[in-house]
C-alpha cells in the first residue's frame, strides 16, 4: 500500500523556517495518518465505483476511525483550526453517518446548529427544513471529498439562498480535480489525491477495471448496472415530496 | 427572590466543557455582569451550571468567579449572589479554587451534584457547619444554630454575619426574621425543579418548540405496531451543544461501570450521541446495520465485538424495545456483557421492561401507538408508511 508521504519529501522541503514548519506538519500528519487509518485497517483494497465515472481502487471506511471516539477528537481540533476565527452560525454536511459526527464536533465549537443533507436515490437535497437567510455563514464540513459532486451542489444551494459559505472543512481530499475549483476557501488534513487516486473514467483508464473486469462493488454494494440506471435517473431531479426521508429521524420502534 | 440558572459553557465558544483559558474567563466576567445588571429584581440568585464542564482550571477561575465575588462583597451589584450548583466533585479540581479562594479571603458556595453542601474558601469547620445547618433548615434562627453547635448565641450571629458578608446567606434576613437562607434557592420544590428537573423539561420544551412530534401520521413501525404521532428526535439533537449535553447527562449514569463497548444502532442521532458518551466513558463504539438475508443486526465496517465486552446499549428512542432486543441478540451473539441501556425518550410509558439491565432515559412522552390489528386509521382504510428506521448493510 502506498504511504502518504512521497519518498522525496525531506528534499523538497528546505531548510528555511517555513520549509521546517511544513516539514514537521507532513511528519505529524504522516503518524497521525498512519495511527488513525492504517492502523485501524481503514482503508479497504478492491474496486469501487463513486458516482458517475469515479473508480478507485481503495475505500477509505471511516466508520473504523470513529470506532475509537479519541481519534476523532484528534481531528475535530485539526478541522476546526482554520476557521477558528469566523463566526460560524450554520454547519452543513452531505453526509449522514461519519460525517455528520464529524459536523457535530465542529458546530459544538462554534456554537453552530447542524443540518444534514436529505439523500433520496442518490440524489443530494439541501435540507428542506433549513432556513438560510443572507446573514447566515455557512460551513460546510464532511469526512472526505471523493468527487466534490455533493459539495459543489450544496455551494450552489447556499449561493442561491444568498448566505455567505465561509468554506469547507473535510479530514481527506481524494478529490481528481484541484481544490480550488470550488470557489471557497478549501481545508483537508491529508491530501491523498496522489496516493490513493479516483480515477476520472472518461479521461484515464481504470486499471481495476481492465484487470477484474466490470464487477465493481459501490459503497452500498449496489451492482453496477443499477449504477447505469440510476444515471440516467439522474439527469431529471425529483423535487422531495412527501416527509418520508431515507435516513431515519429516530428509532422509533 | 428570583433564582435564575446559569449555563456557564452556553457562552463560550471555544472550548466546550473544560474551561481553562485565562481569556475565556475574562469574556465570561463581561457576560455574568450584564447578566446580573440585567436582573429585574435588586435581589437575586444566579445558579452556575456546573453539569456539563469537565475540567476548571485556576487560571479561569482566577480570572472569572474571584473579580465578580469581590465586587459582589462590596456590594457593587445590589443584593445579588452566585452559587454554583451541579458540580461533580470528583471530576473538577476543587482543591485548586478552594486554595485560590483562601488566598483572596473569599467564600464561593457550591452544591454537588448528588446532593451535598460544599463551602470552597472554607476558613474553619464551624461555619461550614453552619451553612450545612442552615442549608437543612430554613426556618431556623441563630439560637437554634447556637444550640446546633454548641456556642454562644452571639458567637452564632458573628458566624453568621461572617458569612453574611461573604455573600453565602443573606445577612440582612439573619438577624430578625429567621435565617431565610436562599429562600427562593431552598424552598425544596423549587430548588428540586431548578436542579433535577430542568434537563428533561428544557428537552421535552426543546421537543415542543422544533415541533418533533409529527401528528397525524400514519406510518408502520418495524415491530408491527402502527403509529399516529412520531417523534423526530433528530431536529432537537440539531443543536450541537443540547445533544453534547444529553450525552453527557447519559454517559454520567454509566460512568462507574467501565463500559468497553457502546452498542448502537449506524443512524445519524445514534452515532452523534455514541460519540459524545464514549468521549466521556472512554469506550469505542460500535454501530450497528441490518442485515440483509436474516432479520437481525450486525456490526459495520467488519468491527468485531470481544468476549467479555462490557457494553452499553444505546437507543435515541424506545418505542416497543424491538430494536434494543435485536441489540440485546447483537451483545449476546458476540460474547458482550450488556450493562445498561441509555436512551433519550421512552415512549413505552415504562412498559417494556428490561428488568434485568439499569435503564437510564432522559425524558419519557407518551405518543398514540396502536399495536397490530387495532389501529383505528387502518380501520378508515388510511394508507400507511412503513418508517424505516434502521440502515441496510
Known amino acids: 500500500m502506498p504511504s502518504l508521504c512521497s519518498?522525496?519529501?525531506?528534499?523538497?522541503?528546505?531548510?528555511?523556517?517555513?520549509?521546517?514548519?511544513?516539514?514537521?506538519?507532513?511528519?505529524?500528519?504522516?503518524?497521525?495518518?498512519?495511527?488513525?487509518?492504517?492502523?485501524?485497517?481503514?482503508?479497504?483494497?478492491?474496486?469501487?465505483?463513486?458516482?458517475?465515472?469515479?473508480?478507485?481502487?481503495?475505500l477509505i471506511d471511516f466508520g473504523r476511525v470513529l470506532h475509537d471516539t479519541r481519534s476523532s477528537n484528534k481531528l475535530l481540533a485539526k478541522m476546526f483550526e482554520p476557521f477558528r476565527g469566523e463566526s460560524v452560525t450554520k454547519v452543513i454536511t452531505p453526509n449522514i453517518t461519519e460525517g455528520y459526527v464529524l459536523a457535530h464536533g465542529v458546530a459544538k465549537k462554534f456554537n453552530a446548529k447542524v443540518y444534514r443533507a436529505d439523500r433520496r436515490e442518490g440524489i443530494i437535497y439541501t435540507p428542506t427544513d433549513l432556513e438560510i437567510s443572507t446573514r447566515d455563514k455557512v460551513l460546510l464540513v464532511d469526512d472526505g471529498i471523493n468527487t466534490g459532486n455533493s459539495m459543489r451542489q450544496l455551494l450552489s444551494d447556499i449561493a442561491k439562498a444568498g448566505a455567505t459559505c465561509c468554506g469547507i472543512t473535510v479530514c481527506i481530499s481524494r478529490c481528481p480535480f484541484p481544490l480550488s475549483d470550488f470557489g471557497v476557501r478549501v481545508e483537508t488534513i491529508f491530501d491523498l489525491s496522489t496516493t490513493y487516486p479516483i480515477v476520472n473514467t472518461q479521461v484515464d483508464n481504470c486499471d481495476q477495471c481492465a484487470t477484474l473486469?466490470?464487477?465493481?462493488?459501490?459503497?452500498?454494494?449496489e451492482p453496477l448496472e443499477k449504477e447505469k440506471e440510476r444515471l440516467m435517473f439522474m439527469k431529471v431531479r425529483l423535487k422531495p415530496t412527501s416527509a418520508y426521508a431515507e435516513w431515519p429521524s429516530s428509532t422509533v420502534d | 427572590m428570583t433564582a435564575t440558572l446559569y449555563d456557564m459553557t452556553m457562552d463560550l465558544k471555544d472550548e466546550y466543557t473544560s474551561l481553562v483559558s485565562r481569556v475565556l474567563g475574562e469574556q465570561l466576567q463581561?457576560?455574568?455582569?450584564?447578566?446580573?445588571?440585567?436582573?429585574?429584581?435588586?435581589?437575586?440568585?444566579?445558579?452556575?451550571?456546573?453539569?456539563?464542564?469537565?475540567?476548571?482550571?485556576?487560571?479561569?477561575?482566577?480570572?472569572?468567579?474571584?473579580?465578580?465575588?469581590?465586587?459582589?462583597?462590596?456590594?457593587?451589584?445590589g443584593d445579588k449572589y452566585i452559587v454554583g450548583v451541579n458540580v461533580d466533585q470528583e471530576r473538577l479540581n476543587l482543591k485548586g479554587i478552594d486554595d485560590l479562594m483562601q488566598r483572596n479571603n473569599l467564600l464561593f458556595l457550591t452544591f454537588l451534584k448528588d446532593g451535598g453542601t460544599l463551602l470552597l474558601g472554607s476558613p474553619n469547620r464551624q461555619s461550614i457547619e453552619a451553612i450545612e445547618f442552615v442549608h437543612k433548615s430554613e426556618k431556623e434562627t441563630a439560637a437554634h444554630l447556637a444550640v446546633q453547635l454548641n456556642v454562644a448565641e452571639s458567637e452564632a450571629q458573628s458566624i453568621l454575619s461572617f458569612l453574611g458578608k461573604h455573600r453565602v446567606i443573606r445577612e440582612r434576613h439573619a438577624q430578625d426574621v429567621g435565617l431565610d437562607f436562599f429562600q427562593a434557592l431552598l424552598d425544596s420544590s423549587e430548588r428540586t425543579r431548578l436542579l433535577k428537573h430542568s434537563f428533561q423539561e428544557e428537552l421535552l420544551e426543546r421537543i415542543d418548540r422544533q415541533r418533533a412530534i409529527e401528528r397525524n401520521a400514519h406510518y408502520q413501525l418495524p415491530s408491527g405496531y402502527h403509529a399516529e404521532e412520531f417523534l423526530h428526535l433528530s431536529r432537537v439533537l440539531d443543536d450541537a451543544r443540547f445533544s453534547a449535553r444529553i450525552a453527557v447527562f447519559l454517559a454520567d449514569a454509566f460512568k462507574n461501570d467501565e463500559i468497553d463497548v457502546i452498542l448502537t444502532v449506524k443512524?445519524?442521532?445514534?452515532?452523534?450521541?455514541?460519540?459524545?458518551?464514549?468521549?466521556?466513558l472512554d469506550a469505542k463504539v460500535v454501530p450497528a446495520i441490518l442485515d440483509q438475508v436474516e432479520a437481525r443486526l450486525v456490526p459495520a465496517s467488519n468491527i468485531r465485538l470481544k468476549q467479555g465486552d462490557r457494553a452499553l446499549i444505546l437507543v435515541d428512542v424506545i418505542g416497543t424495545g424491538w430494536v434494543v432486543n435485536l441489540l440485546l441478540a447483537l451483545a449476546s451473539n458476540g460474547g458482550a456483557n450488556v450493562e445498561g441501556i441509555a436512551a433519550v425518550v421512552d415512549l413505552s410509558e415504562a412498559k417494556v421492561g428490561f428488568t434485568l439491565t439499569k435503564t437510564v432515559t432522559a425524558a419519557s412522552l407518551t405518543l398514540k401507538m396502536y399495536s397490530p390489528g387495532e389501529c383505528p386509521l387502518c380501520a378508515q382504510k388510511i394508507p400507511w408508511i412503513p418508517a424505516r428506521i434502521l440502515p441496510r448493510a
Open chain 1, 7 to 58: 519518498e522525496n519529501t525531506l528534499d523538497t522541503c528546505s531548510n528555511t523556517a517555513s520549509g521546517l514548519k511544513r516539514f514537521v506538519t507532513v511528519e505529524t500528519n504522516h503518524i497521525l495518518f498512519r495511527t488513525l487509518f492504517l492502523d485501524n485497517e481503514a482503508i479497504r483494497d478492491g474496486h469501487f465505483v463513486f458516482t458517475q465515472w469515479f473508480h478507485s481502487r481503495f
Open chain 1, 213 to 221: 473486469g466490470i464487477v465493481a462493488a459501490r459503497l452500498d454494494s
Open chain 2, 30 to 77: 463581561v457576560t455574568l455582569y450584564s447578566k446580573l445588571s440585567a436582573c429585574p429584581s435588586d435581589d437575586g440568585v444566579l445558579l452556575l451550571d456546573f453539569s456539563v464542564v469537565t475540567s476548571v482550571h485556576e487560571s479561569f477561575v482566577d480570572e472569572f468567579l474571584v473579580p465578580v465575588l469581590k465586587s459582589l462583597e462590596r456590594g457593587e451589584a
Open chain 2, 267 to 280: 443512524t445519524p442521532n445514534n452515532l452523534v450521541l455514541a460519540q459524545g458518551i464514549g468521549d466521556y
